[in-house]
């Protein structure tokens, strides 16, 4: 079994001409072919060693995706080093944090916004003996700090280090919904499997095909799926997107094939054509509400591809023929209407701690309400707890310096205790019902996944995000953060313009919003069991983020941060006697 960068080396010397990735800024691009990229990769690792690497040192890259991320992934291993993906989205504090705990030799850093994180502390990280910037520094900067080109034009003339592929590849910190991140420890066989088990599923995955790459490779997910499976296996093109906020004009210019991504980019990318259709008049909204209601082989339904559905793609860039999501639970609805509109969206499931892919849908095994079934080589079973467990090569080495939890995550037999709880269908599908420590037992002893009730409560349209609570409670509560471009277009239209002008915290308190949000949820909860129903619900003015770490990289919510920083509106809901809307 080769290592990761071997494995791409081989692949890149059967396609040297092919693309390899594409970057685009502004009116700048970089394209790599594989040959160009593997001559890149050698590069880096040359320079690693000139620096002074040893076989083992740590080296930490703090950058949004870009061609320098994977020279540097590949090159680092190349050269011997275990690598450190740093979440851009984390706090200073927590950058260094990581930076210390993974007592990182060498820090890569891409902009000046992201140095200025770590600025006020970065002379506390010892262990750190270069600070490499993708940009020119200033006097201001650490002593440590050198330039790319600096870096790049020193060359060792040594022998690459022997690596073994059962060594360990990189620590990824896991974003973690509760505590402090863990180290996790990942070989180059942790991964070589993963990709291999997933190319066994999505054989279909070739070079002519371009990957949209918008999730962080810092993530498990799109390190694995986004980047080493499309560079080390399927020969296709990486097409890393400029900005999240640029989406539309990313997916028209750059016409993926695969998107691999998390559900609230699905969710945002159909929010976007619903709402399109809705400002576009009566008779062409009457045409898509039909046009997803007919069913595929009829001659309805070829009329519909004709009026609507073709028209839907072109607008996501004309040429997805697969889109997996993970990383967050996916809702039905979402599911059903992308495959509606002929772009399959296949649901998986995993962890960092599986490097990272469990279980997947894909062509011909897929079942929507199920996140597929295990991959090749991996044996998933549920403890009498509910508990799913996972046994197979992908199951990482352990927790980096903490043998405690490494031994509380894994057990004897070698089962990885994931603290999701869920279930085996009858054709073996898995299906997640929610994070084990996370599930609400209320008075009555009624067990209720909070993730449930809020994927539900965000089908309305004028709901953006939602934290459901109620543990040893009568009822359930919600923190509810409204969707404001739709108030403010509810408001225009029903002849309440002055709140449309309103900031975010006046229309938290308005009344009319208030009623307009207890209707929808209302509504939304009539298809929920009676004791998982909202009671009580606040409206909160700001978005759960990053920056004020309520969120993780995968845009799934840190309940315990997000508890304290709303302890009072809690309490308030959670005491009978509260004042706050009853819905």
Known sequence: MPTLPEAFREHALTIPDQMALRFKVGHLREDLTYGELLLSIEKVARSLMALGLEQGDRIAILSENRPRWAMLDFGGMLAGAIVVPLHT??????????IEHSESRYLFVSTPELYKKIRDRIGEARSVAKIITFF????????????????????????????DPDDICTLIYSSGTTGTPKGVALSHNNFLFNINAAH????????????????????AFERMAGSFFPLIKTGSTVAYVERSKS????????????????????????????????????QKKRIFNWALR???????????????????????GGRILASVSGGAPLSNRIANFFGKVGVPLYQGYGMTEASPVISANYPGCHKIGTVGKPLPGITVKIAEDGEILVKGPNVMKGYWNNPEATKEAIDEEGWLHTGDAGSLDEDGY??????????????????????VVEQVLETSKYINQTYVIGDNQKYLSALVVPQWDDIAEWAKANGKPDIAHMSHEEIAKNPDVIAL??????????????????????????????????????????RRVIHDHYQAEISAMSSDNGDKSES
Request: net charge neutral; charged share 25%; with cysteine.
């Open 89 to 98: 989205t984390f706090s200073g504090h927590q950058l260094m944090e990581l």
């Open 136 to 163: 020119d520094p200033s006097e201001e900067m650490d002593p440590r700090t050198m330039t790319w080109a600096q870096f790049i034009a020193e060359q060792s003339d040594k022998p690459f280090p022997k690596v």
């Open 200 to 219: 066994d599923i999505y054989g279909m995955i070739g070079e002519k095909d371009v990957f949209l790459s918008f999730l962080p490779i810092s993530h």
């Open 247 to 282: 989406m539309k004009r990313n997916l028209e210019d750059i016409k993926p094939t695969i998107m691999v991504s998390v559900p609230r980019v699905f969710e945002l990318v159909h929010e976007n054509i619903v709402n399109q259709v809705a400002n576009s008049g009566e």
């Open 294 to 316: 007919q069913q595929k082989g009829t001659w309805n339904h070829m009329l519909a591809e004709m009026l609507v559905f073709r028209k839907i793609r072109a607008g996501l």
């Open 430 to 451: 898995l299906i997640i019902s929610g994070r084990k420590k996370e599930m609400i037992v209320t008075l009555s002893g009624k067990n209720v996944w909070p993730e």
């Open 517 to 558: 949000i207890r209707n929808e949820i209302k509504i939304v909860c009539r298809q929920l069991a009676e004791y998982e129903r909202i009671v009580k619900f606040t409206l909160v003015p700001n978005e759960f983020s990053w920056e004020r770490e309520e969120i993780t990289p995968t845009l799934k919510l840190r």
